[in-house]
C-alpha cells in the first residue's frame, strides 16, 4: 500500500460529460502529480501541485484542469470529454525533497463511451 | 514528450538468467533517475533509483546503471525469477518534475 488514496476507481461516462477524480496524498507528502496512461502508452505527464501551487504543466488538454486543496487532496477535472480520453489516470505524491521518488495510487480507470 | 525512452516494449528471459532492461534520455539536465515496476491493476511502484553523481546502485537483485555520457541507463535483473514479470518504467527528474519512458514488459519463463 503506497498510501495515495485515488477515487473512484472505475468511471464510465459519455462523451461531452464532465468527470472529477480525486486524490489524496501520503501522509506528509506536499507534492502531487496526475498522469494519464492510455492503451499501451506510457506514463504522461499532465500536472503537478506544491503545497497548493501549480509548479509544473505537462501535455495537459486545455479541457482538463486541477487544483490542489488546503488539506492536500487534490482533483483532476476532464470536460468535454472525447472518446480519447479514455485512460486510466494516476495520482503521485512526493515530500518534494531532492531525490525522492514518486508514490503512485491504483489509479482511476476512465470509459468514455 | 519524448525525454525518456525505452525502446524495447517487451522482453522475455528464462528464470534464473539476467534481465537487462534499457533507457535512454534526451535532457542533460536530469539529475535523478529511477526504475518503477508496473502490475496489471495496481499503481507503479517504486523499485531502484541513481543520482547523477553516481554510475552505479545496487539493491539485492536489482542494479541500476548510469551512463551520462551516453544518457543512457538501464536495469539488470540477476537471477530473474517469475514474480519479477510486470511492466518496467524508467524515469527521469530534475527538480521534482519526473518523466517516464513508455515501459517495457518483462515476462520471466519458468
Known amino acids: 500500500d503506497s498510501g495515495v488514496t485515488q477515487t473512484p476507481k472505475h468511471l464510465i461516462t459519455a462523451t461531452g460529460q464532465r468527470v472529477t477524480l480525486r486524490c489524496s496524498p501520503r501522509s506528509g507528502d506536499l507534492s502531487v502529480y496526475w498522469y494519464q496512461q492510455s492503451l499501451d502508452q506510457g506514463l504522461q505527464f499532465l500536472i503537478q501541485?506544491?503545497?497548493?501551487?501549480?509548479?509544473a504543466k505537462g501535455n495537459i488538454l486545455e479541457r482538463f484542469s486541477a487544483q490542489q486543496f488546503p488539506d492536500l487532496h487534490s482533483e483532476l477535472n476532464l470536460s468535454s470529454l472525447e472518446l480519447g480520453d479514455s485512460a486510466l489516470y494516476f495520482c503521485?505524491?512526493?515530500?518534494?525533497?531532492?531525490?525522492?521518488?514518486?508514490?503512485f495510487g491504483n489509479g482511476t480507470r476512465l470509459t468514455v463511451t | 514528450d519524448q525525454q525518456v525512452k525505452q525502446n524495447s516494449p517487451s522482453l522475455s528471459v528464462q528464470e534464473g538468467r539476467i534481465s537487462i532492461l534499457n533507457c535512454d534520455y534526451t535532457?542533460?539536465?536530469?539529475?535523478?533517475f529511477l526504475w518503477y515496476k508496473k502490475y496489471p491493476a495496481e499503481g507503479p511502484t517504486f523499485l531502484i533509483s541513481?543520482?547523477?553523481?553516481?554510475d552505479k546502485n545496487e539493491d539485492g537483485r536489482f542494479t541500476v546503471f548510469l551512463n551520462k555520457s551516453a544518457k543512457h541507463l538501464s536495469l539488470h535483473i540477476v537471477p530473474s525469477q517469475p514474480g519479477d514479470s510486470a511492466v518496467y518504467f524508467c524515469a527521469a527528474s530534475r527538480r521534482n518534475d519526473m518523466r517516464f519512458g513508455a515501459g517495457t514488459r518483462l515476462t520471466v519463463k519458468p
Open positions: 535532457n542533460s539536465m536530469f539529475d535523478y
Open positions: 503521485a505524491s512526493s515530500p518534494y525533497v531532492s531525490d525522492s521518488p514518486l508514490h
Open positions: 541513481i543520482s547523477s553523481i553516481k
Open positions: 501541485y506544491y503545497n497548493g501551487e501549480e509548479r
